[in-house]
């Protein structure tokens, strides 16, 4: 995922910012999916609404899979993609995922 910096995510009552992409690198997100037996995810649909010349809001669905290839959820998320110094990035994410 590219990401922009500081990187902000609204889930499950918390706000959790990582000012730099090593702050985010020491966190442990790959481990809590897995230990819900996460193995892979897909996109359902991402729909723009909200467009300037530096930023996107993105609405999006997506599913979550074991490595049997069975459903463990499904979820929405709103991202803030925007251009900081010619790169675009996630800035912000907020999501009704756990």
Do not use: C
Request: charge should be neutral; avoid cysteine; charged fraction near 20%.
């Amino acid at each position: 995922m590219s990401l922009n910096y500081p990187h902000v995510r609204f889930a499950s009552g918390t706000v959790t910012v990582w000012d730099t992409a090593e702050e985010f690198a020491r966190t442990d997100s790959f481990n809590r999916l897995a230990a819900i037996g996460w193995d892979h995810s897909h996109w359902l649909s991402r729909d723009v609404v909200l467009v300037s010349p530096a930023k996107v809001h993105i609405a999006t669905k997506f599913q979550r899979f074991n490595d049997k290839n069975e459903s463990i959820g499904m979820y929405e998320s709103l991202y803030i993609v925007t251009r900081v110094d010619g790169h675009w990035g996630t800035q912000a994410r907020s999501s009704l995922a756990p």
